[in-house]
């Protein structure tokens, strides 16, 4: 197997640490370079992955028969390497499986695996359940731990936790319930807000934890344990702008929009609900009536545009965030004469001559690869960057040949939803940014200094990490 020079250092990477967590953009092959690293350590390999990765697609079966002829690949919730001769699981396998799945799997099965690897480590985020539990008791028995996300920290520090749990992080390691709010109060802005007034404090309190503080100190603590490199850190991928068309809307628009607000704020009137509160929330209202209008009518006018030539010849991919309007978008170009194919059809369209590969965010935003395009568009934006950037990163792969170009139709004007989705989305990538920047010589040189000043501040909590 032919791996890029950043694929040999997280490899090396991978295998000094044993349990260790591979952040590259995506698009770079952390899957591949986790399997190879699993490869050199030796032993069969267990591949905890979304259902939808599992059961639906072909990639991680296709690059185990591309790459790693040597392994044998099983979908465990289908087969298994104790069916073979003697029952044994002798032989290098590697078997996928997603995490409910996980947890019906019996200890015999599990015992031939040395190597677990969790490919978008956020799936195994909520450290209560049943399901992250058994992944953590699998974990321990394994000689290799790695954990895959192109952003590991999407919206806040506090994100970091279940990872460091899983890999027995030493500043998480056997701390319990006290660990974790060491580590919020510290990096995640954790602290008790007041939520009501009952006269009884423990009921009218509740524990915060969403920022993202002393974000750089925390880089250089899980250095050694994370290997964090971007697309631009290398020089293996093409050029990508990024864009955004703000669309006016028209006097139809105008009147759904409105009338969506309207019809939501009736129906809040029904409720016990504070109408003060509704008000304020107006502009954000997640995946609500008002966005997903602006999003039909963004559909259009993405439809119009290809129609028009604006993007010339080159293959698109086009992404709409909801179900309507990606119906919306289909009928438009089927209307305008614009040939196309969806995602369901990806191969076929890879083949063909269909200039338009048409998606659903949610649904097609992973997975599957076409570096034939060299233009995605997508009407709207999610309120999870990584999703967008997901997105993006279906025509961003090593194998693209073109500059690329990204543009966002978003709706015009100061006071609506749209405005409001992409600044949810600057704070976040910018808490992102702050993570995933390599570390400065500067940096490192002063980091002492403000380890100090942390372990100044928050003396118990620090003691209590190790910090």
């Known amino acids: ?230 697309k631009g850190e290398t020089d293996v991928f093409k050029h990508k702008t990024r864009t955004v068309e703000n669309v006016p809307m028209s006097l139809p628009w105008l009147g759904e929009y409105t009338q969506a607000w309207n019809d939501y704020y009736d129906e809040a009137k029904t409720r016990s609900v504070n109408l003060d509160n509704i008000n304020e929330l107006r502009s954000l209202i997640e995946n609500g009536q008002m966005y997903q209008v602006n999003c039909r009518w963004l559909a259009k006018r993405m439809a119009q545009d290809i129609a028009d030539g604006r993007y010339g010849k080159r293959r698109i991919i086009a992404f709409n965030i909801f179900i309507e309007a990606d119906e919306v978008f289909q009928q438009e170009l089927t209307r305008l004469g614009v040939s196309f194919r969806t995602f369901e059809d990806i191969q076929e369209w890879k083949a063909g001559d269909e200039q338009v590969l048409v998606g659903r965010m949610k649904a097609h935003g992973k997975g599957g690869n076409a570096p034939e395009a060299s233009v995605t568009l997508i009407a709207g934006m999610d309120y999870v960057p990584a999703n967008n950037i997901q997105a993006e990163n279906r025509m961003d792969r090593p194998e693209q040949t073109q500059d690329m170009e990204v543009v966002y139709y978003l709706t015009e004007g100061d006071d609506v939803i749209d405005t409001h989705v992409r600044d949810i989305n600057k704070d976040k990538a910018r808490k992102v940014a702050e993570f995933m920047r390599p570390l400065t010589d500067e940096e490192l040189e002063d980091m002492p200094r403000k380890l100090a000043a942390i372990r100044l501040k928050y003396r118990k909590d620090a003691a209590l990490l190790g910090i």
């Open 1 to 230: 197997m032919q791996l890029f020079p950043y694929q040999e250092q997280a490899v090396s990477f991978l295998n000094n640490q044993r349990r260790a967590y591979l952040a590259l953009d995506m698009g770079m092959g952390k899957t591949l370079t986790s399997l190879a690293a699993a490869d050199r350590g030796g032993g069969n390999v267990l591949l905890v992955a979304e259902k939808n990765e599992i059961v639906n697609s072909q990639n991680f079966k296709r690059e185990v028969e591309t790459y790693l002829p040597h392994f044998t690949y099983y979908n465990l919730r289908e087969e298994s390497p104790l069916d073979g001769a003697g029952g044994s699981g002798d032989g290098a396998a590697v078997g996928g499986i997603n995490p409910d799945g996980l947890v019906k799997l019996d200890d015999k099965l599990l015992s031939i695996f040395r190597t677990m690897i969790i490919d978008e480590a956020t799936l195994a985020k909520t450290t209560t359940t049943q399901r992250f539990k058994r992944i953590h008791k699998i974990a321990k028995d394994m000689d290799y731990l790695s954990m895959l996300s192109g952003t590991p920290m999407m919206n806040g520090a506090a994100e970091l936790y279940a990872p460091l749990l899983l890999m027995d992080h030493p500043m998480i390691a056997g701390k319990g319930a006290s660990g974790r709010k060491a580590f919020e109060a510290i990096f995640a802005g954790g602290h008790y807000r007041k939520i009501r007034n009952t006269g009884k404090w423990f009921q009218d309190y509740t524990w915060w934890a969403k920022g993202a503080n002393h974000v750089r100190e925390l880089r250089y603590l899980l250095r050694d344990h994370f290997f964090i490199l971007s």
